[in-house]
RNA sequence: GCGGCGUUGGUGAAGUGGUUAACACGCUGGUUUGUGGCACCAGUAUGCAUGAGUUCGAUCCUCAUACGCCGCC
């Protein structure tokens, strides 16, 4: 089966809603935040791990895999879920934030047919098109494909935007033509910058060719003020459909996904929570944590109190100090284990404040702890 | 006791008779939003063993003292 998302409640004073998503592997809420398994893991964790911190669906990257370990391999191993033994839901990005990111000149490399790039391995000459993206998805067969979209940076100008929604809307209908993996569901994403009539435009045409749910993309990159990102997602709902799953791509900070699920936004992934752990930081409910500091050396509690995962229950701030000081890796694998049960337990609590009406005291509550100066 | 060499920040050390004493590590803080994993950015010696002298000016030259290493008695 494909993906299918039921709303089971709409918050009275916010666009903010709790739902459901059916998949290949479970029943599923929303608001969801999604761990980013890049190379088919996410990093440090074993998937008992991810599992423990009650995470739904994970995120896999289509142009890593594509190139290491390939496509075919996958396939030979009996696909994406076997090879990395998650028997859970795993949702592939097309590959165009990482391609874009690798493109050097925007005129030349970027082609309505697809883009060249070069292997951020050995620098070898590659081309990726929206048919060949899909493809690689169908053949490694996750559960969700995304289409291959053009992902500008926040600082284009309108009319580049304009002409990228418009690309980026083609290159929607060619990989919806070639899609072809019969139990997999295909989303489309909408870009346009901080623009409200490219948003519109953008939401409006992808939605005209039917996907199994819809992104919004081209926010969190670039520098992007927060006020952008919000103004993205604002002129992106209201044109999507109300019985299909809205995923804010990359987002992300915990306020920011306070602020997407206000604005009628579903899932979220981000590589933060591990990006920041490997760098010694921990997300606590007073706001983050850099473990290197001094204060933490003699400091023997828990990161949080209250937190219920395997970090919190067992080791102390003081220990993983040491570790992250140290360069031992169970650091790292530690404040990965604490910062993604952070992101899905604030999602839980969004949840609950939905049912219950309360989501605008819920984000007042949470400022105030977060950014409040009374640690 | 005599002779030689040395003494620069938390550490290893570069360096010059003349505005802010290199670099590295460490230390202190910060950054990180569809991941080119263990990175990046910033700060960190009002002072160059101590005292005296030469000089317009000394960490750099001279002398003495202390300490260290090596050799000789």
Not at 74 to 97: C, Q, R, V, W
Not at 275 to 300: M, P, Q, S, W
Not at 315 to 335: C, D, P, Q, S, V
Request: one cysteine or more.
């Amino acid at each position: 089966m494909k993906i299918k998302y039921t709303l089971l409640k709409q918050e009275e004073n916010t666009k903010a809603r709790y739902g459901k998503i059916e998949t290949n592997y479970g029943t599923f809420e929303t608001p969801m935040f999604m761990p980013v398994g890049t190379k088919a893991t996410v990093k440090g964790l074993s998937v008992e791990e991810v599992k423990d911190a009650n995470a739904g669906i994970i995120l896999a990257n289509t142009y890593h895999l594509w190139l290491r370990p390939g496509a075919d391999l996958i396939e030979k191993a009996g696909g994406l879920h076997k090879f990395m033994n998650y028997d859970g839901p795993i949702l592939t990005d097309s590959g165009g934030f990482q391609v874009f990111s690798l493109v050097k000149n925007k005129k030349k490399d970027i082609t309505e047919e697809g883009v060249h790039f070069k292997s951020h391995i050995d620098g070898s000459k590659l081309f990726l098109t929206p048919e060949l993206s899909i493809q690689i998805q169908n053949k490694v067969d996750s559960d969700i494909a995304m289409s291959f979209d053009e992902c500008p940076p926040a600082s284009a100008s309108y009319e580049y935007l304009k002409n990228s929604v418009l690309r980026t809307i083609r290159w929607a209908k060619r990989g919806k033509d070639v899609h072809s993996n019969e139990r997999q569901a295909l989303f489309g994403i909408v870009q346009g910058g901080a623009y409200q009539d490219l948003r519109k435009l953008s939401a409006t045409e992808t939605v005209k060719l039917d996907f199994d749910g819809y992104s919004i993309g081209g926010v969190a990159n670039d520098n992007e003020s927060k006020e952008d990102m919000y103004k993205a997602i604002d002129y992106s709902v209201p044109y999507l459909p109300e019985d299909k799953v809205r995923y804010l791509m990359g987002v992300g900070e915990p306020i920011d996904i306070i602020e997407g699920v206000i604005r009628g936004v579903d899932i979220f992934d981000c590589v933060l929570p591990t990006r920041i752990a490997r760098h010694g930081v921990a997300f606590t409910r007073y706001g983050k944590i850099n473990l290197n500091n001094a204060k933490f050396k003699e400091d023997f509690t828990p990161l949080e109190d209250d937190c219920d995962c395997y970090t919190c229950k067992s080791y102390t701030k003081a220990y993983i100090r040491h570790l992250i000081r140290n360069n031992e890796m169970l650091g790292a694998r530690l404040l990965s284990i604490h910062n993604i049960r952070f992101l899905i337990r604030l999602t839980e609590e969004l949840r609950e404040a939905i049912k219950e009406n309360k989501i605008l005291e819920y984000k007042a509550k949470f400022i105030e702890d977060y950014y409040g100066k009374n640690k």
